[in-house]
Nanobody, 116 residues
Framework: QVQLVESGGGLVQPGGSLRLSCAAS????????MGWYRQAPGKQRELVAN???????TYSDSVKGRFTISRDNAKNTVYLQMNNLKPEDTAVYYCKGRLGILREYWGQGTQVTVSS
């Protein structure tokens, strides 16, 4: 059974930093493209960052230069380092693993709130 478990969310002041983690189990993690998505209240879920297996990370324009996605295949974990956080970054952040077009798994989400 595949599981993706996010952690590291919380409340942070504008300009602050957080690091999210997503621990995977039940899958051959190194083969999957891993991504972070977010969904703010009343808005659609959007892609934040993506990191293919052995490939180059990509970012949405809204987070480029502030967020960094990375993965540790030995620990079956993907990370999202978020710096210089802004109130508009407030959302539930989700981890997704994708292998081809038939296999896609989501975590349960972790809340990030940026507020003074």
């Amino acid at each position: 059974q595949v599981q993706l478990v996010e952690s590291g969310g919380g409340l942070v002041q504008p300009g602050g930093s957080l690091r999210l983690s997503c621990a995977a189990s039940g899958m051959v993690f190194s083969r999957y493209t891993m991504g972070w998505y977010r969904q703010a209240p009343g808005k659609q879920r959007e892609l934040v960052a993506n990191i293919p297996s052995g490939g180059t990370a990509t970012y949405s324009d809204s987070v480029k230069g502030r967020f960094t996605i990375s993965r540790d295949n030995a620990k079956n974990t993907v990370y999202l380092q978020m710096n210089n956080l802004k109130p508009e970054d407030t959302a539930v952040y989700y981890c997704k693993g994708r292998l081809g077009i038939l296999r896609e798994y989501w975590g349960q989400g972790t809340q990030v709130t940026v507020s003074s």
